[in-house]
């Protein structure tokens, strides 16, 4: 693993995201004692019902949620003071103003002061992984010595495949073949986002994707991102 990989910093928007995106990474990277900090922009559960404030089983759906991210990121040797989450509204946060977000990516940047980000595609179907993107733009600045000498997007099934006008441009593989299974635990720990067979966020699917990309790049099982850029 490159040296780009020491301290992985990822902006994902809601908990799955990031497993779904770059699990077999984040395994990698733990198994090699690297650094890996995850920050959500955005809770995942309050879209699902009918607003009316935050009540109580909107509160507890939000917190299973969260306990379910802690579970499947530990099987991924992830310790929880390195995950960050947020009660910022699902599916809204192109409500919030994109400086907040930029400026929260930002600190996180100052802070751990990572050698790699990875967030959304630009071209995602769900907004709020169209907001990551664009808010991590402007915090991947050179300036002010800024850390990070690799940025990427990565895939989520269910919301960059259905972009079909702009579809995800793979062209940065990470050979996972190894914790493909990890993986796979660790997207079953999101209890009621894994669905059965024949769905597009089935664990069949998720095999298989790897399964694609790994053959686009010579491996059993790859995870593929979009290269933003490489300092």
Known sequence: MRNDFEKLLIIAAHPDDEVLG??????LLNQK?????IVFL????SVRFEED???????DAIKKREYCALSALK???VNKENIYFSMRKCCKLDTYPILELTKEIENHIAEFKPTCLITHNQYDANIDHRKCYEASLPALRPVKKNSISLAMSFEIISSTEWNYH????ANYFIDISDVIEDKIKACLEYHGEIHKSNHSRSIDTIKTLAAYRGQQAGYSYAEAFNLIFKR
């Open 166 to 169: 702009n579809p995800f441009s």
């Open 22 to 27: 770059c699990g077999g990474l984040i395994s």
């Open 42 to 45: 955005a809770e995942g559960s």
């Open 75 to 77: 099987k991924l040797g």
């Open 53 to 59: 404030g935050f009540e109580s089983e909107i509160i």
């Open 33 to 37: 004692d690297y650094q890996v900090r």
